[in-house]
């Protein structure tokens, strides 16, 4: 014989039985208590939260021989029989299954017959899913029903169920346990099932269920049925863990193992979404966060080390993966993709991105690791100071963060040629971009792709313009496989911007050190007279807040002294 699961044994039999409903509680025991219960009931909430268990409570003291100041006795044959399921008083229905005009005409002819207790109630389980007509055929019966009628409507999704069934019913609403709550209902259950597991294990299970009493339980069951302990997989902390750990390779190890586990690719990046919500919420609000004391502290530590630009923005860049993930042939790939470029020196330069590189910055007081390499020395063709504020591009109002470079030593740079070694570099791409213009425009280029080629060439790093080939960088090898896959979309791309044939070449990233554009020596400077007032061919070059800016891409410079 079939042991029966852990949260039928535990199902709530009395009103105060029920966990972390009490406003539900005590709207329904007053109620019947006072002998003005309503005719329609509409209960809705996250499932595992006990609305059918407040349901078939209800039917239970409406009918029961003896109740007691709104609960229950649950020793009487009409609560035992309501509790067995073979009561002719209580009439549940699947509205997910039984959703027709045909279905609910039937159960209102029942409706009118008579039955052996003083109430018959109706209970009609996920409403939302009846159809246009079947809830046409329920509303009259709603308006006028008979006097010993009681429905109870319960639903997951109380916006789908229409305004004027909704308005012919007291509408109540049951919340998601809280984490302290849950987990005292869990050590409650092992000791009186007597089950052998860890804390460790405790915690797990109540993370799982989600603030889902159900939920909970079933997975507390499962660990139970394997031995009691914790169970190692891949939780979403520990993946925005990598990402402020900027550890692309560490992400791509923990998506592996998640999808090995049988985990879901659209599910994993739901959940990882939920968890960046918890840790913006702990940090901007902390009493909307129904987490344990250490679960919501863990999460305030993280977003005070990721920056809670950093937060929002994975929080919107998971969001539009959400949507390629639906359409997309290969969905563990999109999600690859996506936190490879969270995780890697090869972000974005939208606002969100800018502004969250900008937080790290004054937040670590260096320059943020996307921005490699020494600055080199300022190279001005004459002396003074060039005081200059950076700002970054947003929507409304944003950060910015401000740079201010003083020249105190006037530099010349000599006029001998350029060596060979830099000229594939440097080379010219005749008829459009050249091949530095090209690197600048990569990102445009990037944009113009369709979905799936955009989110792949999003992670990839430029090398640079080696003659007639753009080169770039891909984080790992099976990265790079996929990228020469889809080669063909960014070599026309990059075609239609340089106005002549491009080759493209993928490589993999040797290391995370300087990248290669910034490897080069640079250009040795000579001090020249400051009274110097010659003309002469010197080429003026880049001071350092010109260098400073192209290190934010699309911030545009603000002269200071002109405020």
Request: glycine fraction near 6%; hydrophobic fraction near 40%.
């Amino acid at each position: 014989m079939a042991t029966q699961s852990l949260y039928r044994r535990y199902r709530p039999r009395r009103f105060g039985e029920l966990k972390g409903q009490e406003h539900v509680v005590r709207a329904l025991r007053n109620a019947v208590a006072n002998d003005r219960g309503g005719q329609a009931y509409l209960f809705s909430g996250p499932r595992g939260t006990g609305k059918t268990s407040a349901a078939r409570i209800l039917a239970k003291v409406l009918n029961c021989a003896s109740p007691d100041k709104g609960e229950p006795c649950c020793e009487c044959e009409s609560c035992l029989a309501i509790e067995r399921g073979t009561s002719f008083d209580v009439l549940e229905l699947d509205a997910a299954s039984n959703n027709g005009v045909d279905n609910i005409r039937e159960l209102i002819e029942r409706a009118a017959m008579g039955n052996p207790g003083r109430h018959r109630v109706f209970i009609l389980d996920e409403v939302h899913m009846l159809s246009a007509g079947a809830e046409a055929a329920l509303l009259k019966t709603l308006e006028e029903p008979p006097p010993h009628v009681v429905f109870v409507l319960a639903t997951t999704d109380p916006q789908k169920v229409s305004e004027t069934i909704r308005s012919r019913t007291q509408h109540l609403q049951f919340r998601l346990l809280a984490a302290k709550d849950l987990e005292e209902h869990v050590r409650w259950v092992v000791d009186d099932a007597k089950l052998d597991v860890t804390p460790e294990a405790i915690r797990q299970v109540v993370e799982q269920g989600g603030g889902s009493a159900r939920d909970t339980l079933s997975a507390l069951e499962l660990v139970a049925a394997g031995g009691g302990q914790a169970e190692s997989f891949v939780r979403p902390e520990d993946v925005v863990e990598s990402l402020i750990n900027r550890d692309a390779a560490a992400v791509l190890t923990q998506v592996a193992a998640a999808m090995q586990r049988g985990h879901d690719s659209k599910a994993f990046t739901e959940q990882i979404v939920r968890f960046l919500r918890e840790m913006f919420l702990s940090s901007m609000a902390p009493q909307l966060v129904q987490l344990s004391e250490e679960h919501a502290r863990t999460a305030a530590d993280m977003t005070a080390r990721y920056g809670i630009a950093s937060v929002v923005r994975a929080i919107e860049v998971l969001g539009e993966a959400l949507l390629d993930i639906r359409r997309a042939p290969d969905p563990r790939l999109v999600l690859e993709v996506t936190l490879v470029r969270l995780a890697s020196n090869a972000v974005s330069n939208d606002a969100a991105s800018l502004a969250a590189r900008v937080e790290r910055l004054e937040a670590g007081g260096t320059r943020p690791r996307d921005v490699t390499g020494p600055i080199p020395r300022p190279r001005l063709a004459g002396g003074g100071t060039v005081p200059a504020t950076i700002r970054t591009p947003s929507q409304g109002s944003s950060r910015s963060s401000s740079a201010t470079a003083e020249a105190t030593a006037p530099t010349k740079v000599p006029t001998t040629a350029p060596s060979s070694t830099n000229t594939s570099a440097t080379a010219t791409v005749s008829g459009g971009h050249s091949g530095d213009d090209l690197a600048s425009a990569w990102p445009g280029v990037v944009r113009t792709l369709k979905a799936t080629v955009r989110a792949l060439y999003s992670a990839v790093e430029v090398v640079g313009t080696e003659g007639d080939t753009f080169v770039v960088a891909a984080p790992s090898e099976m990265h790079k496989k996929k990228c020469l896959e889809l080669q063909e979309h960014v070599r026309a791309a990059l075609t239609v911007a340089a106005g002549r044939p491009i080759k493209l070449e993928v490589r993999v990233q040797a290391s995370r050190t300087t990248p290669a554009s910034s490897a080069a020596k640079p250009t040795p400077v000579e001090t020249i007279d400051t009274d110097d007032d010659s003309t002469g061919d010197d080429e003026p070059v880049e001071s350092v807040v010109d260098q400073i800016a192209k290190s934010f891409p699309g911030a545009r410079i603000v002269d200071s002294s002109k405020k």
